[in-house]
């Protein structure tokens, strides 16, 4: 078996195959629109409400009032007062139920109070996000016992920062190669290895290690400080300069049986169910982001004259200016419909947390990026210097450097690509797998093909006409109406296109990498839209017309941008640009590089040894 289809065989066996419950997501991919899987949209109960209100309060008092953001850019590091006061808030524990000693926030307030962070510090959020939404909290909620909940989750709630620690220096999303081991050795476990990017890893005090047990991949809860682990570096980054975030070797560990996570095996499994709702940690923090973004493009423009007119009156600048604003709603609107479903639990939301991350992390930059161009070199001059000579200290060109990470953080965009499109085509493996097998014999293809016969026979016609062909169809959206009957006739094309794919590639599909991304970043684009829809017809009741018309806007952006991709599903350059690719590496074009120097080789080049001024490899924040 070659090391791709090991890959492979791993990530599926970790993949959760049942769909027990309806997904909106799923059925939008199918060519299927739901509306009504997704509005009205669940509602939280006016206890909860009342609690999350009150939460976010105190941690807008406590982000003005105790907290310095430039502070935390210019020293790298997040004092140890703010830590504690975030403690002593609840901040480390709002996912944790209130029987373990957690705030027990509600997911839609969890991300909110996240995105309300992000917008004050992205470093932060960061910090209270790696702990809750991949570190201890999470995994011990879905899968640990209720003797592990009652030991750690009560110290987690209480401030004890955890971590997560999967990836290695060999290894980033392919787990079969994963290296780290533990080995039984009667009431205990040994292990070791290397992780790497062990965001929460230099300042921990309690880590999920991923390792192998034999031939799976198993997960634990692991003391930092027990003997033989290490924090040998801390890391600096381009953006998000306050993260603790090192490399930690484990060398000789002894870990009680009782901190395994879960049974043996279920390492990978654990890892990705957590992600499933744990990912819409990440889009929160873009949205703060975005919104904030929208808040300085406005006040910028406006402020800013030239050539006798605000700039914002420049067609130019009023573009980017109705992109920002228009994509800042929607990504709200993405995150607080996912969270809604999250908390009503009658979904299953894995597609929907994946859509809101991939669709979050590249947009929220893209917003950053066009914020930066609105304010010129202001935006590019860095928020000290600004401050420095008398103007107001706005990080632009900080919150364009923060955002770079999250299209890498937790699954990269080409890896979330992936994984969304298997989903997507789940439906057609499951009937017609056996025909693309090149394992299956004759008798296991004939049995696939009646089974496939019998599927496509229902399925086909239903992606011919629908609803959207009725001008009155979704009368409760008004003027927004015509957007969902796009959602609904555009879902049925992408699903037509899928399964002329499948026809057309067979077993191949999995290595049209291309193709497969835009087909997920059109139903990112849908989903999007009707997030968006389902919000503003609802704010419409309090706000009058104006979320209507922001929503228009915005959609009429996405299915631009989604009309866009759906005529690159056929024509485009993916086979030339694999071709070249090949080429490349194998050093056919060399003339390329001529003409220049790699500083990272050549000249006096001296790797410094030395941590980053003000940085501790070994912080203690207690």
Not at 579 to 588: D, P, Q, S, W, Y
């Amino acid at each position: 078996m070659s090391d791709y289809d090991k890959a492979r065989e791993v990530a599926e066996q970790a993949r959760e195959k049942e769909w027990g419950r309806p997904s909106f997501g799923r059925q939008l991919f199918l060519g299927d629109f739901r509306p009504d899987l997704v509005y009205p949209a669940p509602r939280v109960g006016e206890r909860a409400a009342e609690k999350g209100e009150e939460f976010l309060g105190a941690l807008r008092r406590f982000l003005k009032e105790s907290v310095d953001p430039a502070q935390i850019e210019r020293t790298a590091l997040v004092p140890d007062e703010v830590v504690k006061g975030l403690g002593a808030l609840g901040a480390f524990g709002m996912t944790i139920d209130e029987e373990y000693g957690g705030l027990g926030l509600s997911h839609l307030y969890y991300t909110r109070a996240l995105s309300l962070v992000a917008s004050y510090s992205p470093a932060l959020s960061a910090l209270l996000s790696a702990h809750q939404s991949i570190g201890v909290p999470q995994p011990l909620r879905l899968f640990g016992t209720e003797e592990q909940k009652q030991r750690f989750l009560p110290r987690c709630a209480r401030g004890e920062v955890s971590a997560f620690l999967l990836t290695e220096p060999d290894v980033g999303s392919d787990p079969a190669r994963l290296s780290t081991t533990a080995v039984r050795d009667g009431d205990e476990y040994v292990l070791d290895g290397v992780k790497l990017w062990t965001t929460n890893g230099v300042v921990a005090d309690l880590l999920v290690v991923m390792a192998r047990t034999g031939s799976k991949i198993s997960a634990f809860v692991v003391e930092a400080g027990s003997p033989g682990i290490t924090v040998e570096h801390r890391n600096a980054f381009m953006g998000l300069r306050g993260i603790e975030n090192g490399v930690t070797r484990l060398q000789g560990v002894r870990v009680p049986a009782g901190n395994l996570i879960g049974r043996e095996g279920q390492g990978l499994k654990i890892a990705l169910t957590t992600l499933n709702t744990g990912r819409l940690s990440l889009p929160a923090t873009c949205a703060g982001a975005a919104k904030w973004a929208a808040k300085i493009a406005r006040e910028w423009s406006g402020a800013r004259v030239q050539w006798g007119h605000p700039i914002g009156e420049h067609e130019a600048v009023a573009r980017k200016i109705a992109f920002i604003t228009c994509t800042a709603y929607a990504l709200e609107a993405v995150v607080d419909l996912a969270s809604r479903l999250a908390d009503d639990e009658s979904n299953d939301i894995r597609i929907e947390a994946a859509l809101a991350k991939l669709y979050g992390s590249e947009m929220a930059w893209r917003v950053a990026d066009e914020l930066v161009q609105i304010r010129g070199g202001r935006g590019y001059e860095t928020a000290e210097s600004l401050h420095a000579r008398g103007e107001r200290g706005v990080p632009a060109e900080q919150v364009l450097r923060d955002l770079r990470i999250n299209r890498i953080f937790e699954g990269s965009t080409e890896i979330m690509h992936l994984l969304i499109a298997r989903e997507a085509v789940d439906a057609h493996l499951s009937v017609a797998g056996g025909l693309i097998d090149p394992k299956a014999d004759l008798k296991a293809k004939g049995r696939a093909l009646t089974k496939a016969g019998g599927f496509y026979a229902r399925w086909l016609p239903t992606l011919v006409t629908g609803p959207s062909q009725l001008p009155g169809s979704y009368p409760a959206f008004g003027p927004l109406a015509p957007h969902l009957r796009y959602v609904e006739r555009t879902s049925r094309k992408l699903a037509r296109a899928t399964f002329y794919a499948m026809s057309r590639w067979q077993g191949r599909l999995e290595h049209k990498q291309g193709f497969l991304s835009r087909v997920v970043d059109v139903g990112a684009e849908l989903f999007a839209i009707t997030a968006t829809c389902v919000r503003a017809k609802e704010e419409s009741a309090t706000l009058g017309s104006a979320p209507l018309e922001v929503a228009d806007t915005f959609c009429h952006q996405a299915r631009l941008r989604a009309e866009s991709l759906l005529a690159r599903l056929w024509e485009n350059s993916d086979a030339r640009d694999v071709r070249l690719a090949r080429h490349v590496m194998e050093g056919r074009y060399p003339f390329v590089e001529d003409g220049i120097l790699d500083p990272s080789l050549d000249g006096p080049w001296i790797a410094a040894a030395a941590e980053p001024t003000g940085v501790d490899v070994h912080r203690d924040i207690h």
